[in-house]
T-cell receptor, first 113, second 113 residues
Framework: DAGVIQSPRHEVTEMGQEVTLRCKPI?????LFWYRQTMMRGLELLIY????????DSGMPEDRFSAKMPNASFSTLKIQPSEPRDSAVYFC???????????FGPGTRLTVL | EDQVTQSPEALRLQEGESSSLNCSYT??????LFWYRQDPGKGPEFLFT???AGEEKEKERLKATLTKKESFLHITAPKPEDSATYLC??????????????FGIGTKLQVIP
């Protein structure tokens, strides 16, 4: 298996623009997680899905953030409109069962100017 | 609120110089404590899961231990390839089967040849 795939790897955009991050989890994994990593706050869980259904989005910072999982092999995290403080590395991770080790993708480095 | 504190923030060791990294946690009920390794520009990679006080896990030069308040990652005779950031994460016990994970900021380890 290729592991968790994320795209793009790097994204530079201007304040106010819409940003869409993409993730393909490992096949057969029922859980998908979106994280944000910054130097100051470390890794923060934003939202997670179980069998394509959003379970807990309490970590989503604002209404500008939204996430979808239309099928078992694809998820998106959208920021609209983007702001400079959204600059961070965003990771997607998947897991085969609950409370298990998570398999992380390579991340998307987002820079909002 | 769950809290995870890792120390030191950074550690520089000579090759072969053994040491320990600390992860102190506060959680109402612990389902599991996880250690991950993160290399620059990559996503975290799973190392160990510990579930109960007194448990120990080993992998090559790494050994993780767990008490009711903290976990240690012992590194014996480290090599330069052990240089990375080591992350600790806790999964609390939550009602309704919800998942939540809190990560520490990490300890950046540098092993000098």
């Amino acid at each position: 298996d290729a592991g968790v795939i994320q795209s793009p790897r790097h994204e530079v955009t201007e304040m106010g623009q819409e940003v869409t991050l993409r993730c393909k989890p490992i096949s057969g994994h029922d859980y998908l997680f979106w994280y944000r990593q910054t130097m100051m706050r470390g890794l923060e869980l934003l939202i997670y899905f179980n069998n394509n259904v959003p379970i807990d989005d309490s970590g989503m910072p604002e209404d500008r953030f939204s996430a979808k999982m239309p099928n078992a092999s694809f998820s998106t995290l959208k920021i609209q409109p983007s702001e400079p403080r959204d600059s961070a590395v965003y990771f997607c991770a998947s897991s085969p069962v609950a409370w298990n080790e998570q398999f992380f993708g390579p991340g998307t480095r987002l820079t909002v100017l | 609120e769950d809290q995870v504190t890792q120390s030191p923030e950074a550690l520089r060791l000579q090759e072969g110089e053994s040491s320990s990294l600390n992860c102190s946690y506060t959680v109402s009920g612990l389902r599991g404590l996880f250690w991950y390794r993160q290399d620059p520009g990559k996503g975290p990679e799973f190392l160990f899961t510990l579930y109960s006080a007194g448990e120990e896990k080993e992998k090559e030069r790494l050994k993780a231990t767990l008490t009711k308040k903290e976990s240690f990652l012992h590194i014996t005779a480290p090599k330069p390839e052990d240089s990375a950031t080591y992350l600790c994460a806790v999964h609390p016990v939550l009602p309704g089967g919800y998942q939540k994970v809190t990560f520490g900021i990490g300890t950046k380890l540098q092993v000098i040849p």
